[in-house]
């Protein structure tokens, strides 16, 4: 594909630079050139690109990204499998010495695990390791975690085999399309489950670790690690959004239970089967919601800096002077009243430099780990979205097709668009703030009152917040912003008027 498009537009490129020349030609008449021109503009107004639902083209290009990808995944295989043992082996030896030689050590990372227990732990529950806490320390994932995560995925799936409809379509002799298309949408979910089960244990431990701990990092910068009240208000933002979730679940699970189980002849086996599916959804809704969390966690951070920059120019036009390489004793503890500004002032634009660069530096480590999630992710809510449809509209007209059913599908799709808008919606608000920072550390370097080594810092920052873009990429194709909602409306709306007109013809 890749090949055959690249010599497409390259036959193109080819043709254009011919025109070109009947262009420059000036011996050649007038209304030849006028012509040749023209031929120039239709050029341009055809680039003969094939893109994919208007997110990424097909070119070569496309082809290195793909073999880039599946390279950093093998690479990243491979040193699991070389490490593997070794690690194991590290671990116990640790584990020995500090039961040997116990160090009473404060932990960084105990306030941002907090804040996202009460999703880890459900995690856990699926088999989903992220990481393990051994004396209120991270470390990579063990090996009983990593066979338990193992063992789930195995019984998921054979419990999922054996309440699949198409075994029993197979061997009754009666296969019709709509009985296997209608269960494909677990499938999808399915492979994503073991998949992101198998690769978050045993592929991405260091890397969960390196995100949370990068995080403790930053509070230590921006001075609010000792600040009780933020990190109260950054948990209860986490079990309000997970009993959002399994709210939304419960309602869609409860409704589709009750209007598409009254059949009689609906065996066991089907009852299974869907309770499988409830739950494949929901551990794909809650690493969904984790990723929310961490943007979330960095749009909070980001806007902390925010904060800061305000009270910096501020300052700088209540006073004539301003100190910038002021060191400030931080405190031991606070008070429980959530005021930042007030308790831990920061006057050094290098001390808000190294805290943006962190942030940076955790925004590119959270899309690393969840590349797979978000691409799997939009491609099962499409596909159920299609599916659903062209399903509803079949036994509609082919069948007693109860009204009850449409409440069930319509729940289930809003379900999964608020999913996709839930990562699109979160993605827009860090950019909005980054615009925010930006917006501010321009002024400062635009304030020609300030000292030389403060502008000279706002330059450096400015630059700093050029490099780090915090934009969510998914495997480098396309970006996670409100765009992306939107481009998915148009092709689920593009698709479900596709349906309706071939719906007609079968």
Known sequence: MSFVCGALLSTRDDTKVLVNKLV????????????????????????????????????????????????????????????????????????????????????????????INPVLVLEHIFGIFRFRITNQTLRPTSGPMKLFGLFMTTIVTIIFIISFDVTKILLSGKLE??????DFPTVVILIQYVSSAVMTSCLLSKANIRIVTLLADLDLTLHINTCDDF????????????????????????????????????????IIGSFVYYLLNL???????????????????????????????HDDDSQ???????????????????????????????????????????????????????????ISAFVYIVIALWTSLYYFQYSNYAGANIIAIFLWCSSEMLTVASMAFVCETLLSTRDDTKVLVNKLVMDYGLPASARAQAKAFMELIDAWPLRIFVYDMFSVDITLMLKFISVSTTYLIVIIQISHFM
């Open 24 to 115: 420059m030609d000036y011996g050649l008449p007038a209304s030849a050139r006028a012509q040749a021109k023209a031929f120039m503009e239709l050029i341009d107004a055809w680039p003969l690109r094939i893109f994919v639902y208007d997110l990424f083209s097909v070119d070569i290009t496309l082809i290195l990204k793909f073999i880039s990808v599946s390279t950093t995944y093998l690479i990243l295989a491979l040193k699991e499998l070389a490490f593997m043992i070794i690690k194991m082996i590290a671990d116990k030896e640790d584990e020995t010495n500090e039961k040997e030689n116990p160090k009473p050590t404060k932990p960084k990372t105990v306030n941002i695990t907090n804040c």
């Open 177 to 182: 399309l709509v009985d296997v298309v209608k």
């Open 231 to 270: 990190y109260k208000k950054s948990k209860n933002c986490s079990i309000i959004a997970l009993v959002v979730v399994l709210t939304v679940h419960f309602i869609s699970s409860i409704s589709d239970f009750f209007l598409e189980t009254t059949d009689a002849s609906e065996n066991v086996t089907e």
């Open 283 to 313: 551990v794909q809704d809650l690493e969904i919601l984790l990723f929310f969390l961490m943007i979330h966690m960095l749009k909070c951070r980001l806007k902390v800096i925010n904060h800061y920059l305000v009270k910096f120019i």
């Open 320 to 378: 004539d002077k301003i100190s910038v390489y002021t060191i400030r004793q931080r405190n031991a503890k606070t008070k429980n009243n959530f005021n930042l500004l007030r308790n831990f002032p920061v006057s050094n634009l290098g001390e808000l430099s190294l805290a943006y660069d962190i942030i940076g530096d955790t925004c590119r480590l959270i899309n690393t780990v969840y590349n797979f999630q978000i691409f799997m992710t939009l």
